[in-house]
């Protein structure tokens, strides 16, 4: 049996090292909205190794899968690196995480998973 909160987010998610930093009840049953982040504190410069500096933390809206009956959407709110090397081309880049979702997508990884077996399988 799983007693720690984070674990349990995990488990009902689908997502692994996440926080969890709200959860809202939209009104008239809109469903529900979910604000989440990874649990990567640091990251390093993929061209000099340099570990990267925190620069900023943009919000990303993704449409999940139900849950419960009800629509969820997500708001990632991701990391932007800098890497401090001035010698380094690299002036900035954010962070990735396809198990949530894939670059400039609006959909979570696994809500786009569902909907392409719904079509693949059924022809929906």
């Given amino acids: 049996m799983i007693t720690d909160p984070a674990k349990m987010n995990e488990a009902l998610l689908g997502f692994e090292n996440i926080n969890v930093l709200g959860l809202e009840e939209l009104p008239l049953n809109q469903g529900l909205h979910l604000i989440i ?3 990567k504190l640091e990251a390093y410069c993929a061209k000099c190794n340099t570990k990267a500096k925190l620069k900023d933390r943009p919000k990303v809206e993704l449409s999940d899968l139900t849950s419960f009956g009800r629509r969820v959407s997500l708001t990632w709110i991701k990391r932007r690196w800098y890497c401090p090397n001035d010698k380094c081309g690299v002036k900035s880049f954010i962070e990735d995480e396809p198990k ?5 997508l609006s959909i979570s990884d696994r809500a786009a998973r569902y909907v392409t077996e719904q079509v693949g399988r059924y022809g929906r």
């Fill in 37 to 39: 982040e990874t649990k």
């Fill in 100 to 104: 949530i979702a894939n670059s400039r």
